[in-house]
């Protein structure tokens, strides 16, 4: 994780320093070697939320396209007691969660259920040929909007068929909302967004992206 509280503020990790998890209040130390992303680790090695993942400056970068004070939101079911940490969460409530790893169709559904207003920035460049494979499938570029039937042995746009708003970061290849896609025939199309225009309409708190749904609400 990006903060720790060190003298009651949210701090960076920084060499030999110690801090408490702004989730669970319990200890953490910095993590600051020269192959990973600086960044604060509990001592025992296992997160207060079962959730996380290993940041990446992919997930990094992203982050800092918002305010520091919304990242790294600890969030709290005040009946369940159950506790998870939203990557970026804004005043409006909007959840944004920047996920390379692959994780479990039943965690997507339980995290969906917690966070509710939800949208999903996934890394489509961690799979080797996903990037390649979405830019044959494509066809051109008209008004934003792209028509692809995707080829290859890749399940990304199956583990993302889901009624919440997802978009993929495919890196060089663009940015893309995927309007919808049918496993069945790899139908699908997708929308070319600007990262920063992205940013800009989350933060503005004027939409959720929730009006048109996901892949799988049309």
């Not at 994780?103 to 259920?113: D, G, H, L, T, Y």
Request: positive net charge; contains cysteine; proline residues 6%.
């Amino acid at each position: 994780m990006r903060f720790a509280l060190v003298n009651g503020q949210r701090t960076d990790a920084q060499p030999k320093t110690r801090g408490l998890c702004p989730g669970c209040s319990k200890e953490v130390t910095a993590k600051c070697g020269p192959h990973k992303v600086w960044h604060w680790a509990h001592l025992r090695c296992s997160h207060c939320d079962p959730w996380w993942e290993s940041e990446t400056q992919w997930h990094r970068d992203w982050k800092n396209r918002f305010p520091v004070e919304w990242q790294e939101i600890p969030l709290q079911n005040p009946v369940t007691r159950e506790l998870h940490i939203a990557d970026v969460r804004t005043p409006n409530g909007l959840v944004i969660e920047f996920q390379r790893s692959t994780i479990s169709p039943e965690e997507v559904n339980a995290r969906e259920q917690f966070y509710q207003t939800i949208v999903w920035v996934v890394d489509g460049t961690k799979g080797q040929f996903d990037a390649t494979y979405f830019n044959l499938s494509r066809g051109r570029v008209v008004d934003g909007m792209a028509y692809f039937k995707f080829v290859g042995r890749s399940k990304l746009f199956h583990r993302w068929h889901r009624h919440k708003p997802v978009f993929i970061d495919f890196g060089d290849a663009g940015f893309w909302r995927i309007a919808s896609f049918d496993p069945t025939t790899k139908e699908g199309s997708a929308l070319l967004v600007s990262r920063d225009s992205f940013a800009a309409h989350a933060s503005s708190g004027l939409t959720d992206f929730s009006a048109n749904g996901g892949p799988a609400s049309i």
